[in-house]
């Protein structure tokens, strides 16, 4: 029987790979686990009433493109945060945006661009649901570095002129997972031109956008709109998971131009698996307030203190603008891990296991990342226990 080629070069998945490296190994501590981004603060408090008060939507097909509330809701949301005006068809309710940023490339990535095989731009290290989004659409996934020379940001700019030829969609997420680096306004400007004179979407992965030090991060709808730039050059995606402590909800959504997600709507009306009806009230209640949104950043804004205050000497620390991973410059990712995990008891993970290597560099494998999701005590203890053990001396 014959599998797929399309998938064959595919790495193993972070988190069974880091299974692989650490779980044959014993912890030299009370186990501490910072690798997986899932958010542990308090969810909004009237999630529980709200689900009660719609549980008889179970009995019910929801709506696949979101019910006419939920996308008023997050149309009201993004003109408040952005200044932006969109209408409900210009929207799409998702589950979460993994299954968002997967399918809107299958949706919206031509089979040519120029007569040749379309290229997909990837940050590189990034979020692996991109690259397998470009195997799926048969496009050539191009792995841009973003590191400290670039700012942490991919910088497309700098590539060739017959790869944007090809080009048709663009991956930017900002804030940066890993990095925590935040598009400006200017990197923005930038990569909307060049996708205007070269004709290719961006899909901008925002959905760390409501976790940051002081100032709001810009968003590319924010900035497409003031530049005038083609309606359908730049769909965003955001979700509930980090903003909200809700990643259990998987409620998230798209937004672009009405020809897009009139695409994205078709092929998830075929494909898709809509949110069910009484989490898209509960979704609904959520996107519309803000109370616990500022009480949930402020809880980071004292874990960017602490990190601060614990590596704030270590060579090379970068102190995230935003987002809730830290970046931490080592020697070797894997290496530093296990020592951590033997030495300690904290779990972590390796750089490389984000990051594609390119032309025999891999831009993670001097870095591993910790997820700053755990409470005050917890994190103190983690990141005081890492500090020690790697930089010790």
């Known amino acids: ?14 988190f069974p790979r880091l299974r692989t490296l650490l779980d044959h190994l014993e912890p ?24 009660a008060a719609n549980i008889g939507g179970f009995a019910k097909y929801p709506p696949n493109d979101g019910s006419p509330e939920l996308l008023s809701a997050i149309a009201g949301w993004i003109s408040l945060r952005y200044g932006v005006s969109v209408t409900p ?43 397998v989004a470009a195997l799926t659409c048969g496009a050539e996934p191009v792995y841009v570095a973003a590191d400290d020379a670039t700012g942490h940001l991919p910088d497309y700019t700098a590539l060739p002129g017959d790869v944007l030829d090809r080009t048709a969609i663009a991956y930017v997420c900002s804030p940066a997972n890993p990095q925590g ?36 991060p810009v968003g590319a709808l924010e900035v497409s709109s003031r530049m005038g730039a083609d309606p359908e050059r730049v769909v965003i995606f955001h979700s509930l998971s980090k903003r909200s402590n809700l ?9 672009g131009g009405v020809k897009s997600i009139v695409r994205i709507r078709q092929l998830r009306a075929y494909a898709g698996a809509p949110l069910p009806l009484p989490l898209q009230r509960v979704a609904e209640k959520v996107w519309a307030d803000e109370v616990h949104v500022i009480e949930n950043r402020t809880l980071y804004q004292q874990k960017y ?25 080592v020697e070797d990712g894997e290496a530093a891990t296990a020592k951590l995990w033997t030495e300690t008891g904290v779990r972590v993970l390796p750089g490389a296991y984000l990051s594609r290597e390119v032309g025999g560099h891999n831009p993670g494998r001097g870095f591993i990342r910790v997820a700053m999701v755990a409470g005050q005590e917890e994190m103190q203890r983690g990141l005081t226990a890492i500090r020690d053990c790697l930089y010790g001396d």
């Open 181 to 216: 680096a935040v598009a400006t306004e200017d990197y923005w400007r930038d990569l909307i031109a060049l996708a205007e004179k070269h004709d290719f979407r961006i899909f901008a992965d925002e959905c760390y956008s409501e976790i940051y030090r002081d100032t709001p």
């Open 28 to 51: 030299g501590g009370e186990p501490i686990v910072m690798t997986i981004g899932e958010p542990r603060h308090p969810m909004p408090p009237f999630v529980a009433d709200v689900l």
């Open 247 to 255: 990643p259990g909800l998987r409620s998230g959504f798209c937004a």
């Open 305 to 329: 203190r602490m990190a601060d205050r614990i590596f704030g000497n270590v060579p090379g620390y970068m102190a995230p603008q935003a987002g809730f991973f830290l970046w931490l410059p």
């Open 89 to 131: 068809d210009q929207i799409m309710a998702l589950n979460g945006t993994r299954e968002g940023l997967m399918n809107a490339a299958i949706a919206l990535c031509p089979e040519q661009k120029n007569g040749q095989r379309p290229v997909i731009l990837t940050p590189n290290p990034f979020y692996q649901v991109y690259a």
């Open 1 to 14: 029987m014959d599998f797929p080629e399309r998938f064959s070069n595919l790495p193993e998945y972070a």
